[in-house]
């Protein structure tokens, strides 16, 4: 997410870190690989204009000039107007007075509209524990309704659709809403046409249908990767219909980030949600200052916790202290670990948001350890039940017999056996007496 931004503008900033005291040229020399930071990154260029102008008449200010620090002085204000320009605070889905909140999804093709429905239904329902329906308000080609109605399928919510043939998106819209009312429904989520171009047609049904169900929440679904095409058809889309908020899709792919960078600065629109992947629990609501610190390298813990905490299911996080309690900790549970470790996403991803580790290291990791971890699972499904249960029965010719069944080498097997004992160490000194001190250390040691 953001990779070469990111590097840029870390290796930019890390020549201003070192030194006692900052020339002039320093400065200079530091905000030039700034604006070409942001301008690779596709950032609009006024964006970048400005952003560098604050910078350096805030970096000329009495706080620098004075500070032990100065490189670090300067590193917090480009940190500070990073926030700003990503939006400031973070912005709240806003809720209707009265029951449904309809949220309508407009963008263009293929930006990823339909796949944000069902992101967002599950959202809601997590976070808020509210029932949620979607209406499938594209008729422009039958297969779009079908996908929809699958996706729905999939996560568990209802969707409200109807023949393409003898319907209107508007009609679907209605219809979708004296459903809602009916059933008591809190939310009804609008998933809409796309067009490969803005297009005067695309406008007007958009706009029927804005008008037929008068939604709280009327977002932008773009597309990251489009860049800042994206954000001329935002502009758009916000003077013909009206917007309240922008959905950015697909920030996990090489998007360059400039969308993000210049979307709040260009059309005066909050990003409140990020996609980060294609599946439907790939959704993360958008906080500019987490944002900011991921693209400065300085990790993002709160979210990281967020995520652990939502895939790891607090029984069963009772259940494993127990074991390790009792001294059981066995192959299943490293298995198990290993599992809701990647079920938080990419690892990439999740080191992305260790403090230290940063993202350049992160990406570097990415590679060896998908694959590393996907062995790891190979080789203990390849063992029997038995063996998971009680490793010390693995003598050499069971470490054979799993390494062949795992394709994997019997080297690659007592490594992983190490690593277990290892983890069965570490986790009897964190949950044992003095364990709080021990894992302090540890997140010291990694620093
Ligand atoms: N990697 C990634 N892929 C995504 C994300 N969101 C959507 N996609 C993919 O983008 C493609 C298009 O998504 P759709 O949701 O069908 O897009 P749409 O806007 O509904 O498209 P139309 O209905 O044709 O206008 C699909 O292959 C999705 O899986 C995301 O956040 N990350
Ligand atoms: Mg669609």
């Known amino acids: 997410m953001f990779e070469t931004l990111s590097e840029r503008l870390n290796s930019a900033l890390g020549t201003l870190t070192g030194k006692g005291r900052l020339s002039e040229k320093d400065i200079e020399g530091a905000l030039r690989q700034v604006r070409m930071a942001l301008l690779e990154a596709d950032v609009d260029f006024k964006v970048a204009r400005s952003f560098v102008a604050k910078i350096r008449e805030e970096a000329q200010g009495e706080a620098v000039v004075k500070s032990l620090t100065p490189g670090q002085t300067v590193v917090k204000i480009v940190q500070d107007n990073l926030v700003e320009i990503l939006g400031g605070e973070s912005a709240q889905l806003e809720r209707g007075e009265t029951p449904p909140s309809v949220i309508m999804l407009v963008g263009l093709q293929g930006a990823g509209k339909t796949t944000a429905a069902a992101k967002l239904a599950l959202h809601i329902r997590r976070e808020w524990k509210q029932d949620v329906m979607i209406a499938a308000c594209d008729l422009q080609r039958p297969a779009a309704v079908e996908q929809v109605v699958t996706l729905g399928r999939q996560i568990d919510i209802p969707v409200y659709n109807e023949d393409v043939r003898k319907s209107t998106p508007i009609k679907v819209a209605k219809n979708a809403l004296d459903r809602a009312k009916r059933d008591d429904t809190r939310w009804l989520i609008l998933d809409t046409a796309g067009r490969l171009a803005i297009d005067d ?243 010291q040691g990694m620093r």
């Open 201 to 443: 047609d695309l406008m007007k049904e958009l706009e029927e249908v804005k008008s037929a169900v008068n939604p709280v929440e009327t977002f932008l679904v773009v597309d990251a990767m489009t860049g800042q095409d994206a954000v001329n058809s935002g502009s758009e889309f916000n003077r013909r219909i009206g917007l309240t908020g922008m959905l950015l899709t697909k920030i996990d792919g090489d998007a360059r980030g400039g969308a993000a960078l210049s979307m709040k600065s260009v059309t005066g629109l909050p990003v409140k949600f990020v996609g980060v992947g294609e599946r439907p629990e790939q959704l993360e609501a958008f906080h500019p200052e987490r944002m900011a610190q991921r693209i400065l390298g300085m990790g993002d813990v709160t979210t990281l916790i967020e995520k652990a905490q939502r895939e790891i299911d607090e029984d069963e996080a009772k259940r494993l202290e127990g074991r390790l309690r009792r001294n059981e900790f066995d192959l299943n549970d490293m298995l198990d670990q290993f599992r809701s470790i990647r079920r938080m996403g990419p690892l990439s991803e999740v080191f992305g948001m260790i403090p230290g580790l940063g993202g350049m290291m992160a990406n570097r990791m990415q590679n060896v350890d998908e694959k590393r971890m996907s062995q790891v699972e190979a080789i203990i499904l390849s063992m029997t039940p038995q063996e998971r249960a009680n490793p010390r029965l693995l003598n050499g010719s069971r470490r054979r017999r799993v390494a062949n069944g795992s394709g994997t080498s019997p080297s690659q097997v007592n490594q992983l056996l190490n690593q277990y004992r290892q983890m069965q160490k570490m986790m009897k000194r964190i949950s044992g007496p003095g364990g709080e001190r021990a894992l302090q250390n540890m997140m």
